[in-house]
């Protein structure tokens, strides 16, 4: 350990040395080693802390418990909310002492101690001078800055955590099947939020409405759904894709954790949320309406939010409440009056109200008591039972987000729910866990809340859900039997596994990579290769010796795997691509693996499956699909765009008389040859063989001939499949 | 100009952006293709217990299986290309609040 005389000489240089080896009586030619000599022993340390009053070193032992620098602007803030007055006079002997030091012991050019004086204490660091730690003993205990309430309180509004997270459970379930879209502006549409308002508890102690909002967009419903989104987002239950709220990868993690663990998260997310705003809160409360859409009020912008700017404000108004040893009720218009003026350059300078004074830092600090904190159960609201004036108190739970003592505890869910024969379930919050509610809303549905129960239904939909999501017939059995109050009836075991029979008939892959071997390439070596790419083997499916499927999160790996093999993609949000070649003249090739689905779709339809990846056209089927009046017609159009080999004119007579609907002509004279159809006219005329033939086109399907030619003529014709009367 | 697969076919094709429905048997595959081939959509059965699908006909298929009392097992993420109705039509209708 070095010398806390090395550390003063690196902070203050030789000056001010001088100064702290007199206050030691110390007045030598070279103080800085008269300083090492006296402060080596820590006896003599020990010493100089013990001689100091106790008002002196209670402080110390505080600066020292801090454990770190602080601003002398902060530590003084510090100080006080610890319950004490006094700074200066309290820091002053400490520094002139150097047991404190004052200054950046990073700092690369030394600051005397008299310039510290001289530009303020308030401006500088200030911590515990190494080699001083530990030496102060305990701090003096915290007190109460707070005059404490002595009338009773009574209690307004208590919203229980669970029921936050219950709000939040919902809210995730909600999004997780139907995507909330977003206007321009970022904010949700009316219509998603509506639809998810009665998922919704919200519950005023003493409120005057009923168990359901009548608008569940009023301004209160809107506040509240617009912080649980928020929230929501903050935790990484939910996320924006694209215009649409998604849940997020890790939707499940936090429902996962202890409460221990999940408390301080929440209470975290909700200071650090974006798009909730307590400003704009107050301002819906003020009109009594909920705002318009388009103005950005509960916008999830890309770029952050309307209150992405109060995340410090609001950290530091929390900060302030931790360290004001709240027991019990406290006054909130006085709590808010002190928060502000210590935190009044802070906000002054952030919080974008305008216009700016006392009065809109008092309301932020109020509303962040009033609003943000009840909202997830950290402070309970209420009023004097004399005079009425609000008042609120840190809830046990509040204590335990906010890193206070705590005896908060979550219920173990044991007991909390009554599964009857009819296959509703009531759940009895005060028993019951964010665990056991996490799972209910995995597979039952909620058809009713009310402030202490919840009834749920299982349904085939519901519990197939469930079972989409990982559970199965024993595993949601097992949890019922585990939370009920009575055992479960078995009709609801005979239809649990009822139904899980029916959902594992069928497993959809919702999106990703269908890759098929082909050409020279060996398909194992392919499909070992696709798979060594995904990590969670059921994210894969090997459907036959050269098709793999492989969800849509592993494209890149696929790519990646697949770099030696070349392989060509076809993408079905793009333009299908031609895949087909020719056999012969009715039968086509539609290459295993590498025909678009979308051709081969078609072409099963319209063809028979014969082998060696050929299909025969079939004129029945044909007529069939595309209907007899022109059939024919729709399967050119059909061929022309998928096919890779072309499809030139000779090929459509070819295959015209191949599927018995041959084209005709007819010789009108010997130097005029006319085609039934203006469609086979176009086709004669674009064949190349029998140009030299064809002096001129006459019309759509008529043509003057070379004279004395027409006979090679007809010949030629006969040979692509033409019938030519005479 | 179009893309086409030339007649040198690489080693490999990447169906991209399709979903797969997978059946516990080909009775039930029978089934299945049965039920949403009234969809009218472009699908394949690939092997004795596959169907493949462009992935954007989703939620056609799991509307179909839904009104038909059935919820298959869900794997992935859905592609989320389009949104059924158009965001500009809530701005407009809502406009006013």
Redesign the interface.
Known sequence: MSNPAEELLKIYGQASLAKIAAVHDLPGLDPFLELTDHLAAKTTRQKMVDTLPDDVRGFLGFLDEIGRRLRGERLKKRWFLHGYDGFEELVDPLLKQGIALAGNLGAREALSLETVYEQGLMQHWIQVTPGFEGLAGNPPPAREVLEKVVDPTESTLLRRVLLVELNLLSVTRFVERN?V????DGSP???DLKAMAPLIVERPKHGDRGETIVDPLAVDGWDLITFLLSTAVALGLVER????L?TANTCNDYFGKSATDRWPLLERAAEQQRTWSEIDAMGWFGAG??????QGHGGFAPDGGRAAILTGPRGSVIAALRRLNLEDWFDVEETTRTIASLEQTYLRNVLPVVPMDDKAIEGFVASVISLLLPHIGAVELGKSQSNGTPRARITEVGKAMLGIPSTAEEPSGKGAILVEPTFEITCFLDLASLQLLYDLSRFAEVIKTSERVVRYRLT??SV??G??KGYNADSIFKSLTRYSSQPVPPAVKFALQDWER????????????????????DPEV?QSGVIFAVENR??A?R??AI?T?V???Y?EG??RA?T????????????I???L?WAEADRLRA?N??T???I???L?SVATYEDDDQYRLDIKKVNAVFGDDDGYASLIDFLRSSM??GFTPERELHLKKALGQPAKAKVETMEVLTLLSAEDGDRVARISDLQPFIVTRLGPSAFRVVPGTIAKMVTVLTKLGVQTAK | M????????????????????????AA?LAE?SKKIGELGL???M??DR?I?I???F?PM??GR??EL?????????????H?D?P?EA??SS????
């Open positions: 995507a879209r977003l206007n321009r549409h009316r219509t894709r694209g215009d649409l998604r309406e909920p705002p318009l859409t388009g085939g939909e197939q859900w079972y989409a029916l959902h594992r008939r069928v497993t959809v892959f919702l999106h990703g990579d269908l890759v098929a071997a082909t050409g020279k390439a392919v059921d994210h499916d459907i036959d098709h499927f969800l849509g999160a494209s696929v790519d697949l030696a093999f070349k392989p060509r993609v076809i993408d079905y949000n793009g333009p691509v031609p895949s070649v290459p693996g590498a678009d689905l979308r081969l779709s078609t099963q890779a080999s | 179009r893309p086409t697969l030339s007649k040198q076919t690489s080693g490999a094709v990447i169906h991209r952006n399709v979903a797969v429905i997978a059946c516990d048997t039930t299945t472009d699908l394949v690939i092997g596959h493949v462009p992935a954007r989703i298929v799991l299986f839904k009392g059935q919820f298959p097992r869900l794997l992935g993420e859905p592609l989320f290309d949104v109705e965001v809530e701005i809502t406009e006013n609040g």
